[in-house]
């Protein structure tokens, strides 16, 4: 079988299914594991964001969805070459990803017409489903169960220590500073079962702006920084936008030494098997009592 994978996500899931050999074109963003970026690459930003700022980034974002000219670009010569049976993309965010519809229209002008199959999760379990999904387009029905399995499995360890938690921390994770955005789909439900409470973001639903007067009412005991599609040295050079913020100061999470900046592009922003481990390193940063251990310098920094 021939395989495209146009989001990192879906992209680790077919390394874990070992479907590697069986990859034949990737996007721009499908960094892991590293032997996927040595692909060829079908997707391509349309502007450079290496330099820009995060309210830069979201003005040529909102500008370019304004106008109808995409965030990305397909490269249908190499979508041509790669001669695909199935196509791996997604319907859930035009920012994060290629739009199903632009990859429709690609694939509308192959001569073949390959198998589209969309991955659109939004909470932990639908993750395990698309992996189930991709397992049975792939004949890989066998790996996607037990590796179905080993992931439960480790969410249900976090799930019943956490049971035992004596307190739930108000946490507040951070999807984007300038605009400000709170963390939706899956992170609620990571917080929730890491053993903290989210009064801030929708589980299960898009993530969306929010006032900062809310963050300051709310009053966060640990704040964690997400930035979508940010490394942690890039969350960490995000925090000027919140330091000159009224009331940061005052935040029990700043008073406490409670504000994390974490790696979201490997463990948070994509919706593949390393969500659970995004949700283990949650719960250490919640519940250290109960989660001993150093935590590593690359997934997550205490900043405050």
């Known amino acids: 079988m021939r395989i495209c994978s146009l989001l990192p996500s879906a992209t680790e899931i077919v390394y874990a299914l070992g479907l590697g050999d069986q990859l034949y074109g990737v996007s721009h963003e499908c960094d892991y594991p590293p032997e ?5 690459t079908l997707i391509r930003s349309a502007f450079d964001q290496s330099s820009l700022s995060s309210l830069e980034i979201d003005h040529a974002v909102m500008k370019r969805l304004r106008s109808g000219e995409g965030v990305y670009t397909i490269d249908l010569d190499l979508l041509r070459q790669a001669e695909p049976d199935l196509i791996l993309t997604q319907e859930l ?31 932990l379990g639908d993750v395990l489903q698309d992996i189930s999904r991709v397992g049975e387009a792939t004949g890989r029905e066998e790996q996607a169960a037990f590796l179905v399995r080993c ?14 938690a ?7 994770c951070l999807e984007w500073a300038d605009p400000l955005y709170v963390a939706g789909h899956w992170i609620p439900e990571v917080v929730e079962v890491a053993g903290g409470i989210d ?13 900062w007067e809310r963050v300051v009412g709310y009053a966060p005991e640990v704040v964690i920084l997400m930035p979508c599609g940010f490394d942690v040295e890039r969350a960490v050079k995000e925090m000027p936008l919140l330091t000159r913020l009224s009331g940061w100061s ?55």
């Open 36 to 40: 996927a970026a040595a692909k060829p």
């Open 250 to 304: 005052d935040l029990p999470a700043v008073q406490r030494g409670q504000v994390y900046a974490v790696n979201a592009t490997a463990y948070f922003s994509r919706s593949g098997p390393r969500l659970v481990d995004g949700l283990e390193l949650v719960a250490k940063i919640l519940h250290p009592e109960l989660f001993p251990g150093a935590i590593p310098g690359e997934a997550a920094r205490r900043v405050v």
């Open 199 to 211: 009064g801030l973001g929708m589980k299960g639903k898009p993530s969306v702006r929010i006032e």
């Open 166 to 172: 004596a307190e739930r921390p108000a946490t507040f």
């Open 93 to 123: 965010c035009d920012v994060c990803a290629v739009p199903y519809s632009e990859v429709k229209r690609a694939v509308d002008q192959l001569v073949s017409q390959p198998r589209l199959l969309p991955l659109s999760p939004s909470l």
């Open 151 to 164: 992931l439960r499995e480790r969410i249900d360890r976090v799930a019943a220590r956490t049971a035992t």
